[in-house]
C-alpha cells in the first residue's frame, strides 16, 4: 500500500465552524506533513510531525491546531478561520527522517479542498 | 538557505514534441533536487530525483533531468510529450541540513496541444 489518503474530499465551513482534516497512511513512514496550496502556487509547508512529535511549525496561526495520534494518522483541526484559509490542503508522508537526512521522497495524499466562508 | 527558481509559468507544446522545463537552484551547501508533478485535482507525485553519483537521472514517465552544479540548474526533460501529461510541475530543493523541509519553486503548467 504506497497511498495517502484525505477525508473529505471538500469541505465548507464557516468562519465560527470547528472541523478537521484527515490524513492516514499504512507504509510505515515515521514523518508526516500538512501544506497549503493556493490555487497557482506551489505548496507551503505548514507543519511536520517526526515520530509522532511536532518537530516543525511554520509560525502557523493557533486556528490550524495538527494532531498525530499515531504513526498513521495525522489530523489538522480546524477553527475559526478566515476567508483567505480557503485553499487545498495537502498531507504527506516520508519514511524515516532520521536516516534519509533531506533525501527521502515525499508521498503526498490527493488533498482536501476547503472553502471558509 | 536554499531557493528555486522555475523560469517559464506556462510551457504550450505540441503532441510528440519534445520539452524543457527549467529549473535553477541556490544553496551555500550541497543540495538534492526533485521534480514533482501534480495532474489536476490531485496531489503531487515524484517524477525523479537527485541525490549524487551520475548527473543524468532518469524518472517515471519517459521524464529524465540534468544535475548541472556549475551552472546550478535542473532542467527536466521529455523527447516526445503526450496529452496525459498536461500537468503543473514543480521543481524543489532540500539538503541535509534542511532535514524534513523541500523548498518548492513556483511551478511550470505544461499544456499540450493536439
Known amino acids: 500500500d504506497t497511498e495517502v489518503t484525505q477525508t473529505p474530499k471538500h469541505l465548507v465551513m464557516g468562519m465560527t465552524n470547528k472541523k478537521s482534516l484527515k490524513c492516514e497512511q499504512h507504509?510505515?513512514?515515521?514523518?508526516m506533513y500538512w501544506y497549503k496550496q493556493k490555487a497557482k502556487k506551489p505548496p507551503e509547508l505548514m507543519f511536520v510531525?517526526?515520530?509522532?512529535?511536532?518537530?516543525i511549525n511554520e509560525s502557523v496561526p493557533s486556528r490550524f491546531s495538527p494532531e498525530c495520534p499515531n504513526s498513521s494518522l495525522l489530523n489538522l483541526h480546524l477553527h475559526a478561520l478566515q476567508p483567505e484559509d480557503s485553499a487545498l490542503y495537502l498531507c504527506?508522508?516520508?519514511?524515516?527522517?532520521?536516516?534519509?537526512?533531506?533525501?527521502?521522497?515525499?508521498?503526498f495524499g490527493p488533498g482536501t479542498r476547503l472553502l471558509v466562508l | 538557505a536554499q531557493s528555486v527558481t522555475q523560469l517559464d509559468s506556462q510551457v504550450p507544446v505540441f503532441e510528440e514534441a519534445p520539452v524543457e522545463l527549467r529549473c535553477n537552484y541556490s544553496s551555500s551547501v550541497s543540495v538534492y533536487l526533485f521534480w514533482y508533478v501534480q495532474y489536476p485535482n490531485q496531489g503531487l507525485q515524484l517524477l525523479l530525483k537527485y541525490l549524487s553519483g551520475s548527473t543524468l537521472v532518469k524518472g517515471i514517465n519517459g521524464f529524465e533531468a540534468e544535475f548541472n552544479k556549475s551552472q546550478t540548474s535542473f532542467h527536466l526533460r521529455k523527447p516526445s510529450v503526450h496529452i496525459s501529461d498536461t500537468a503543473e510541475y514543480f521543481c524543489a530543493v532540500s539538503s541535509y541540513s534542511s532535514a524534513s523541509k523541500i523548498i518548492f519553486g513556483s511551478g511550470t503548467r505544461l499544456s499540450i496541444r493536439p
Open positions: 510531525y517526526s515520530y509522532e512529535k511536532l518537530s
Open positions: 507504509m510505515g513512514h515515521r514523518a
Open positions: 504527506a508522508s516520508s519514511q524515516d527522517p532520521a536516516l534519509a537526512g533531506g533525501q527521502e521522497t515525499q508521498y
